[in-house]
């Protein structure tokens, strides 16, 4: 077996990035390269001719049966015969083996010698020999045994052909192994002056390239065997001097470098060339002075070549590689002028570190598991791949054991949320019990709340929350409550929606909940074709009549709208004049989120239609602005209706009639599974004849949007009119559009003089809500307005606020109690 000098190793700095790769060490590129281990393909082994299949030639399958065996008695000339592997990209072989055929005992074929042809390209081919020019290979003496031969000189080769040697008498049948690694120089032959000879102190020592593959040209400098520092020794035994080196003598190259052409198998990147030097300077031998390396990727050498002067070392004689960066220089063929840096110059290798980028590009790619990277710089490579696969595998597990943790922990802080709310809220009950008493003996609201309405899409609807951020302490109600003036009160203005960071707002575990937002998908699914577009230049502006979230609402004159409709609109016609119509306009510099929601909200709209929901008429979207054209509803919205008129004007039976005609629109809303969110008496429009029409599809739109759901943040919502479960748990179902109606109807019998809960904070209330999820009796409820018969009150409104949203009434029943209490 074939000898490496024991140079001192190099410490390689293996950059990641960088595919910079040592020259092939032969004690390691010893890998089987695939016969027996299956990854060299059936289809690449051939052979001239056969009486036994060739894809058999693998080693010992178990049985001893299936070789190759050539057939010899048909072709005679034992030479012509070869058994042939393509494996598909130049490899370093460094190790053959061979066994023969004995199909457990009924067969005793095997090859006693055998010689190796070889070919990089598959069209020029040259039979191996070893170092003193033998080409027969001893082989096997038994059918059984692996007989393993070093290659010695290794050989670089695509294709390798095994030519038993043998006489006609013999049969003979082989199996093969191929061993070696990858060639990653990709040097398919270089080009150099032939090797001199010196006599030093009368001894010759020849330094020619012995072995040399001629035709096809690669040889000592390839061979992955380094010369010794002293040149006149070889570590092969009993090889002539300065066997290890090829050298040349200043004398006979008058420009003062030798030249060598070094060819690829395809354009590379090249990143640098190592050249092993021997640097006896004592005998007149040096390294070189200076490299000057020309590039041809097509036929032509590019004019600026790059050069490399090694710093001299008249110190140290010992033999190393001097690396020559080549600049990343792209090429296929690389011409290099070693210029003379003394009497000789000795070299005994040669390698080539390219970029793998175009390694990649090789002209045989093979997904090979052979494809394996000789010496230890691959096994350190390997190694901090691991590494780096280990730290991603660690941040991975780390990531996911925090998302375990998170989930464990909302998991707890909803447990926790119990005794959280107890603890914080049964002291601040206490005294809001005591104060309460005082309080809702008081009209009027002094929620001196600094909250306003804020379109729930805009940035700040969302944000990081904890558990209720603020519970403060229970404040010092210092000033409170308006006057309500004996015969006509003033509205509350408070805003209605609150700005609040809200417990965890989480998926329900309710799976009913979900059905009914897959029902409202449905419902808002596609486009209405019944929704046409209106002739804007039919509509024509009377007066604003208010401004929402999108934009201002009109009262307008639409000319041929009955026409246009092609119905009778129960309408007290009057074909003379135009109808009356409200158009909603999206606001001109509405963001397309707000676009998007208004859209929206047309189409949950379009597809409603009941005696006590709002009717869209038509639309103008096809140009900008947007408009959505409703029916005209004379008295403007219930609740301004409601506290702007003299308490006198409505009788209780005229209260419970509106609220009856909020209940069966809504009825019929729950005839759709839909969830309108937002029910009060401000998204309900008051027509003629105290006919009530509920409207504003704001919130049922964001239930489309999906982000109502889950809302893990500061969110604008109608806090009074909102469920403990929809606050908490941000479940919203038709139970708690049935809460809201509770509220509702208590605003009706209270006609909206004061907000509900007007003495507490927006706070408190959340703070209350978490007495409902506890249900220890400290939850207030709102009162009973003085209209309200008992009956009503205990029956209907408190059943509506009932902590078990399955134990309140449907709005069929509640409809069917108004009716009833009506009479
Ligand atoms: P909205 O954008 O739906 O919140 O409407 C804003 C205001 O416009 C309401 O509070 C009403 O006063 C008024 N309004 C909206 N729609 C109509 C309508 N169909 N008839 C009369 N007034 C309306």
Same mark, same amino acid.
């Given at each position: 077996v074939m000898k490496v000098p024991r140079t001192p190793r190099h410490v390689f700095l293996i950059l990641l990035a960088s595919s910079v790769r040592a020259q092939v060490n032969p004690e390691m590129c010893?890998?089987?390269?695939?016969m027996a281990g299956g990854q @060299? !393909?059936?289809?690449?082994i051939s052979a001239?001719?056969?009486? =036994?299949?060739?894809?058999?030639?693998?080693?010992?399958?178990?049985?001893g049966d299936g070789a190759w065996c050539p057939d010899i008695m048909s072709e +005679?000339?034992?030479?012509?015969e070869y058994l042939q592997v393509d494996l598909r990209s130049l490899h370093f072989i460094t190790l053959v083996g061979t066994q023969g055929r004995h199909a457990d005992g009924m067969g005793n074929e095997f090859a006693q010698r055998y010689r190796i042809k070889y070919s990089r390209d598959g069209s020029n081919w040259v039979g191996w020999h070893d170092?003193?020019?033998? !080409?027969v290979i001893e082989g096997n003496?038994?059918?059984y045994d692996v007989v393993l031969k070093d290659l010695e000189p290794p050989i670089i080769a695509r294709f390798v052909r095994f030519m038993p040697v043998t006489d006609h008498s013999m049969i003979v049948c082989m199996r093969v192994e191929l061993y070696g690694c990858e060639?990653?120089?990709? &040097?398919?032959s270089y080009n150099i002056p032939d090797g001199h000879q010196m006599i030093h102190r009368g001894l010759d020592v020849y330094f020619n390239?012995?072995?040399?593959?001629? $035709?096809i040209g690669l040889g000592q400098l390839t061979d992955g065997t380094w010369g010794l520092d002293?040149?006149? *020794?070889? *570590? @092969?035994?009993?090889?002539?001097?300065?066997?290890?080196y090829v050298g040349w003598n200043n004398k006979s190259f008058p420009k003062g470098y030798v030249e060598m052409i070094f060819e690829f198998d395809h354009v590379r990147n090249f990143t640098s060339m190592k050249v092993h030097c021997n640097n006896m300077f004592s005998r007149g031998v040096s390294m070189f002075r200076q490299a000057s390396c020309f590039f041809r990727s097509g036929s032509e050498w590019e004019a600026d070549p790059v050069t490399f002067r090694p710093t001299?070392?008249?110190?140290s004689q010992i033999a190393r590689f001097v690396t020559v960066p080549l600049g990343d220089r792209t090429a296929s063929a690389i011409k290099c002028r070693f210029h003379f840096a003394d009497l000789w110059m000795l070299f005994s290798e040669v390698a080539f570190q390219s970029g793998s980028a175009v390694y990649?590009?090789?002209?045989? +790619?093979?997904?090979? +598991?052979? *494809?394996k990277v000789d010496d230890s710089n691959t096994r350190i490579l390997i190694g901090c791949l691991v590494a780096i696969i280990a730290i991603l595998m660690t941040i991975i597990v780390i990531i996911l054991w925090r998302q375990v943790w998170q989930k464990m922990l909302e998991k707890a802080s909803r447990r926790m949320l119990d005794d959280e709310l107890t603890a914080r809220l049964a002291v601040q009950t206490q005294a809001f019990a005591s104060h309460h008493s005082s309080l809702s003996s008081d009209a009027g609201?002094?929620?001196?709340?600094?909250y306003e309405r804020i379109f729930? &899409?805009?940035?700040?609807? !969302?944000e990081p929350s904890r558990l209720i951020r603020k519970l403060p302490?229970?404040?010092?109600?210092t000033e409170h409550l308006g006057r309500i003036k004996a015969q006509c009160h003033q509205c509350?203005?408070?805003?209605?929606?609150a700005e609040a960071d809200i417990i965890s707002l989480q998926e329900t575990s309710d799976s009913n909940t979900y059905s009914i937002a897959a029902v409202h998908m449905n419902l808002f $699914?596609?486009?209405?074709?019944?929704?046409r577009e209106f002739p804007r230049d039919k509509l024509t502006f009377k007066e604003k009549l208010g401004e929402g979230q999108f934009g201002e609402v009109h009262l307008c004159e639409a000319e041929g709208m009955l026409d246009f409709l092609e119905?009778?609109?129960?309408?007290?016609?009057?074909?003379?004049l135009p109808l009356l119509v409200a158009v909603k306009t999206l606001r001109e510099d509405a963001n397309k989120n707000a676009r998007n929601d208004f859209l929206k909200e047309i189409r949950i709209m379009s597809r409603l239609r009941d005696p006590n929901i709002v009717r869209? &008429?038509?639309?103008?979207?096809?140009?900008? +602005?947007l408009c959505m054209i409703t029916e005209y509803m004379?008295?403007?919205?219930l609740n301004q209706f409601l506290c702007s008129f003299?308490?006198?004007?409505?009788s209780y039976s005229k209260l419970i009639g509106m609220a009856a005609q909020i209940a069966s629109g809504m009825r019929y809303l729950s005839f759709l599974n839909?969830? *309108?969110?937002?029910?009060?008496t401000r998204n309900c429009l008051v027509g003629k004849n105290y006919t009530i029409k509920i409207a504003d599809f704001g919130m049922s739109r964001n239930l489309y949007r999906g982000d109502y759901y889950r809302i893990q943040g500061r969110a604008v919502l109608p806090i009074r009119w909102m469920s403990w479960e929809s606050i908490l748990l941000g479940k919203f179902t038709m139970a708690s559009d049935v809460w809201a109606f509770g509220v509702t109807l208590w605003e009706i019998l209270t006609l909206c003089?004061?907000?509900?809960? =007007?003495? &507490? =904070?927006d706070e408190q209330v959340i703070e209350n809500t978490g007495e409902f999820f506890r249900d220890q009796g400290k939850q207030v409820y709102l009162p009973r307005p003085h209209r309200c018969p008992e009956r009503v009150y205990n029956d209907l409104m408190l059943s509506c606020w009932?902590?078990?949203?399955?134990q309140r009434p449907s709005f069929q029943e509640i409809h069917a109690q108004l009716v009833e209490s009506m009479a």
């Open positions: 010893r890998y089987p390269l695939g @060299i !393909q059936d289809e690449d001239s001719s056969q009486w =036994s299949d060739s894809t058999a030639a693998r080693f010992d399958n178990g049985d +005679p000339g034992a030479l012509k170092r003193r020019g033998g !080409q003496s038994n059918a060639w990653l120089d990709g &040097l398919m390239d012995s072995v040399y593959d001629g $035709a002293d040149f006149l *020794h070889s *570590h @092969i035994y009993s090889m002539w001097p300065g066997y290890d001299s070392d008249r110190a990649n590009t090789s002209l045989t +790619p093979r997904d090979d +598991p052979t *494809h609201s002094t929620s001196n709340s600094t729930p &899409l805009c940035a700040d609807y !969302q302490e229970f404040t010092q109600f509350y203005g408070a805003p209605h929606y $699914a596609g486009t209405d074709s019944s929704m119905e009778d609109l129960s309408v007290e016609r009057n074909d003379e869209l &008429l038509a639309v103008c979207v096809d140009t900008d +602005p004379e008295n403007g919205d003299c308490p006198l004007l409505f839909f969830v *309108h969110r937002d029910l009060a003089e004061e907000q509900p809960y =007007s003495q &507490l =904070s009932r902590r078990n949203a399955k």
